[in-house]
């Protein structure tokens, strides 16, 4: 009896104590870019680019500016005339997200979890 009623009185706190969890990394918030210069938007573009394995990328002036989410999608490949090859891009298009890790911004590459530190860009909590 005597062992149940301790197991009665720990068990709470065991199971308090397991449902606690540790967070590693400090807290991450969706983020937009606001005063995007040119150095901003080209740290942007060289981190798609290198999260892309170098391939050259086209990216919007206002990328990143009213939304924390980026979708990129590949070039279709085109033949001489400028046609498409193969009809039609089947692929899925590349996701990133903007979040601030204390005073840094960082673009996280969905498909690898990635997160690169943009330089010379300045961000701010977004609605999202």
Known sequence: MRALT??????????AAGCRTVRSEPHEVPAVIVEPTPASRAALAAAVSAALHGAPVTLADDALTRSSALSV??????????????GRELGMPER??????????LLVHEGTGQAVTLDSTRCVPSGD
């Open 6 to 15: 301790t197991l009665l009185v720990l068990a709470p706190a065991l199971l």
């Open 96 to 105: 990133f997200r903007l979040v601030m890790r204390g005073d840094a911004c």
């Open 73 to 86: 999608e590949r070039a279709p490949l085109r033949d001489p005339c400028g046609l498409p090859v193969s």
